[in-house]
Structure formats: structure tokens, C-alpha cells
Nanobody, 125 residues
Framework: QVQLVESGGGLVQAGGSLRLSCVVS????????MAWFRQGPGKEREFVSG????????LYADSVKGRFTISRDTAKNSVFLQMNSLNPEDTAVYYC??????????????????WGQGTQVTVSS
């Protein structure tokens, strides 16, 4: 059974930064394409960023491009999301997801095989 545990969320002022972590247990990280999603109050879960199983290729939502960076550390079986220049619209619960499908499918929530429990990010104005 694959388990994902996120951490690193919190309260930050607009313009600040946070780094989210997602630790994967139960299977080796190299088998999975990984993604970050977020869900704001009253909103649907939306794709934020994805990274291929190889770690070579990445995807970003237009709303975070240039501000967020996704990375993975196979030795630590972990995926990270560095978030800079945060604004109140980034406030949401952030979820880590894993799929054995290709990178192009990580944008679709129903293509994600495993989810973490989420970590809250709140950006104050």
C-alpha cells in the first residue's frame, strides 16, 4: 500500500514563501509520476504542478508558473513544492498525488492513484 504524507503548510504573508514536502512510503518513488493539487474554499480540486517518474519533465498550471517549482529526491522518496511570491489566491489545502500513468495524465484528478491527506496553506494580505 502506498502512503503519501504532506507537510510544510502554514500561514504566510503575501509575497512570502513556503516549501511543501510529500514523503512516499510503501513503494519506490521512481515508479510514479507525482503531482500537487490544491482545493480552495468552495472550489474544486485543481492541478498545480506535476513531475515525471524520471524527474526530468515538469508541468505547471498557468497560475503558478514562474512562482512555484516542483522537484523530487528519489533517495528521500520525497517530492517538494517550492512556492514563492505567494498571494491570497494561493490559499488552499494542498494535496500530493501519485500515479503510475504518464506525466500528461497527472493534471486529471481521476487519474491519480494515491492521495495524501493534505496540508493547509493560508496567505494573508
Amino acid at each position: 500500500q502506498v502512503q503519501l504524507v504532506e507537510s510544510g503548510g502554514g500561514l504566510v504573508q503575501a509575497g512570502g514563501s513556503l516549501r511543501l514536502s510529500c514523503v512516499v512510503s510503501g513503494r519506490t518513488l521512481s515508479r510514479y509520476s507525482m503531482a500537487w493539487f490544491r482545493q480552495g474554499p468552495g472550489k474544486e480540486r485543481e492541478f498545480v504542478s506535476g513531475i515525471s517518474a524520471s524527474g526530468v519533465f515538469t508541468l505547471y498550471a498557468d497560475s503558478v508558473k514562474g512562482r512555484f517549482t516542483i522537484s523530487r529526491d528519489t533517495a528521500k522518496n520525497s517530492v517538494f513544492l517550492q512556492m514563492n511570491s505567494l498571494n491570497p489566491e494561493d490559499t488552499a489545502v494542498y494535496y500530493c498525488g501519485a500515479t503510475q500513468r504518464g506525466l500528461q495524465e497527472v493534471r486529471i484528478p481521476t487519474r491519480i492513484d494515491y492521495w495524501g491527506q493534505g496540508t493547509q496553506v493560508t496567505v494573508s494580505s
